[in-house]
């Protein structure tokens, strides 16, 4: 590209008289269309360009515009520079393809030595150069170049130019000022077309301004614009992009024709604001019309599948992609893991996984984060020692730091340290995750002088951290230091108070439980409150602790007496210890009644040998993991519940977390 970097072009600084233009003739075309074939890559020659007409451009431009359009920027240049040494006039239809191979090839000084032609040649007017022109000066330079260009010329009247000059503000970061161009060219009567209103839309995205974007959609509705379905896909996007999901579900509504594109962004704006119903709901609702969800659409719905209660949901959505033979790339492939590991099907996620042809960095990462949650820390540090062995994956700080995860679940000491070694820049996060491998495995000396070294005892992620292994180790002494300087560091959290009020009532200490309550109820705190549910026959059930409410509440409470009696009469020992449990009223509340356990009984009076599954908003405490480990060897039965913290897998005695959670 020797050529276009010159800034001292000798045909190009060379000033001559120019022949007066001519029309084009059938000679003329026929001779440019002959030429073609004879000036393939730099095979072009002084007998080629002999033949060219020298009174008319037509010919030059189609050998101009045939190069660009190849990518042979140099040609161009060399085709122009022979156009100029020959006497041949360029016009208006020259120059642009001209600008645009400056532009293509990153060459501001060719661009302006052009721009000095336009100028000296009388085109510098014509709308033609000077979209090109600002086109020209908007990739290579900035938004004050464009600027300056617009307001010197006639182009106030040419909606490529306001549209251009909003689209160099938008990517300079400056959505404001695109805006307000926008609202002067309705203002001057300039005409508005599509891609100026979806310009437009984007800077509302952009800025994330509800406000703006309303009005340009009304300035888009009186245009007559609406019906296009490329202006009201963009204003979709933008309405979700700006929280507005009620806006978008209107303007979708009102939509005459829609394509897969809008459904999908409707669909994506409900699951990314948790209205996983409704996007469940219009999803459904897209196939029966007849629109073919593609890959982007099923990526989109997925994520709404990724909850306990909508796992059945997921698998339909799982075997549609099979029965439609949907070519499923990795990034679909990704998602579908990524539901399978959240909505409790691990397996499935793992087989999902073992079937990809492809993987990249996401899918590790995914498969072994999910295996950590599952409480399969060592089969994550397996799949991490498999990738670096056998796959030319990079591993990356997040794949360190989902190694890292994996050994504080597996309680892989060691191995987890060198993990976070090869941690360049650790957040918070990190220092969290290395606080918890030290605690959980009882070494609380190493992990408080690790808080010290990194100066990181002002983090609550970090001490709550080191709060799982006090747990975890029945270490009440360094648990009562943590817990106040939970209450410290975060004074508005509730539950850090209950913790603290569930410590004093261990000892007895009612005073003490009194005198927290009244700071809870003086600070305006409210505390949170234990549910669980389950699904059953595509309905969500909802207990609360000691909840009455449900219609068989009588049938699930006679099933926990008899389990609890033949809990006891193997030698079963309720454990009542809620020192550091962050529920109060589950203190106070026959274990019986917890949520959880009301969830389990459910599940057992309506399902006669499937795996049982609950969600709890909260800590399941220690007296129902304990129980609900019992329950699951005698009744010879799966239980998984799922906290905030990781998927708890009851079998036969047994839980995946190993009692750390």
């Given amino acids: 590209m020797e050529a276009l970097s010159s800034p001292s072009s000798p045909f190009l600084l060379k000033t001559r008289e120019f022949l007066p233009m001519q029309c084009h003739s059938k000679r003329n075309i026929q001779c440019c269309r002959s030429l073609s074939p004879k000036v393939e890559g730099l095979g072009m020659t002084h007998q080629v360009f002999d033949e060219m007409p020298r009174r008319d451009t037509f010919p030059w431009n189609q050998l101009i515009g045939t190069h660009l359009s190849s990518g042979e920027l140099d040609q161009v240049v060399v085709v122009y520079e022979e156009m100029l040494m020959r006497g041949v006039r360029p016009d208006k239809h020259t120059l642009p393809r001209v600008l645009a191979a400056s532009r293509l090839s990153n060459s501001l000084v060719f661009g302006k030595q052009i721009h000095g032609h336009a100028v000296k040649l009388g085109h510098s007017s014509e709308d033609y150069v000077i979209t090109a022109l600002m086109e020209m000066y908007g990739h290579l330079d900035d938004a004050s170049t464009v600027k300056w260009l617009f307001d010197k010329s006639n182009a106030q009247k040419n909606p490529v130019s306001w549209t251009l000059l909003m689209d160099r503000y938008i990517r300079e970061q400056k959505p404001s000022l ?186 590790w990462t995914i498969m072994m984060h999910g295996y950590s949650l599952h409480g399969q820390g060592a089969r994550a540090v397996e799949l991490f020692h498999e990738m670096q062995n056998g796959h030319a994956t990079e591993v990356d700080q997040v794949l360190y730091a989902s190694a890292l995860h994996a050994c504080v679940t597996a309680n892989i000491v060691e191995e987890g340290r060198v993990y976070f070694s090869h941690i360049r820049a650790p957040e918070v996060r990190h220092f969290a995750l290395m606080v918890s491998l030290l605690a959980r495995a009882g070494h609380f ?189 005698v009744v010879e039965r799966e239980i998984i519940v799922k906290d905030p913290n990781c998927f708890h897998h009851f079998k036969d005695g047994y839980c995946s977390c190993g009692d750390f959670w």
């Fill in 178 to 363: 695109a805006i307000k161009l926008f609202y002067q060219m309705v203002h001057l009567g300039a005409e508005v077309d599509a891609v100026a209103v979806m310009t437009a839309v984007g800077a509302c995205a952009m800025l994330r301004s509800l406000q703006e974007g309303r009005k340009v959609h009304q300035i888009t509705s009186a245009s007559g614009l609406e019906s296009d379905v490329l202006v009201s896909n963009s204003l979709l996007k933008m309405y979700i992009n700006c929280d507005g999901v009620k806006d978008a579900r209107e303007a979708f509504d009102r939509m005459l024709l829609r394509d897969a594109i809008s459904w999908t962004e409707m669909v994506r704006g409900y699951v990314r604001k948790g209205g996983f119903n409704e996007g469940i709901k219009l999803f459904r609702k897209m196939v029966l019309e007849g629109i073919r969800p593609d890959a982007t659409a099923i990526s989109s719905i997925l994520p709404a599948c990724a909850r306990m209660t909508a796992r059945k949901q997921g698998k339909e959505i799982h075997g549609y992609l099979i029965r439609n033979q949907i070519e499923m790339n990795v990034t679909l492939q990704n998602a579908l893991m990524d539901m399978y590991v959240k909505s409790g099907f691990i397996e499935c996620a793992s087989k999902t996984f073992a079937g990809m042809m492809n993987k990249d960095a996401i899918s």
């Fill in 445 to 633: 000396t190493e992990a408080r002088a690790f808080i010290e070294e990194k100066q990181i005892a002002g983090h609550a992620e970090v001490q709550r951290a080191l709060l799982v292994g006090c747990r975890a180790h029945r270490d009440l002494k360094i648990g009562k230091q943590v817990i106040e300087q939970l209450c410290n560091l975060d004074p508005l959290d509730a539950g850090n108070y209950i913790m603290l009020s569930n410590w004093f009532a261990r000892s007895a200490k009612w005073d003490m439980v009194d005198r927290l309550r009244e700071t809870i109820r003086d600070m305006g705190l409210s505390p949170k409150k234990a549910y669980s549910w389950t699904e059953f026959r595509n309905k969500v059930h909802v207990f609360a602790t000691g909840d009455l409410s449900h219609p068989r509440s009588e049938r699930i409470y006679w099933e926990l007496q008899c389990l609890i009696k033949r809990l006891e009469e193997g030698g079963y020992c309720p454990d009542t210890d809620f020192s550091l449990h962050d529920v109060d009223e589950e203190r106070e509340c026959v274990p019986l009644r917890h949520s959880e356990m009301l969830a389990i009984s459910f599940g057992l009076i309506t399902t006669k040998s499937a795996t049982i599954r609950v969600t709890k908003n909260l800590n399941i405490c220690r007296n129902c993991h304990g129980m609900a480990k019992a329950i699951s060897k």
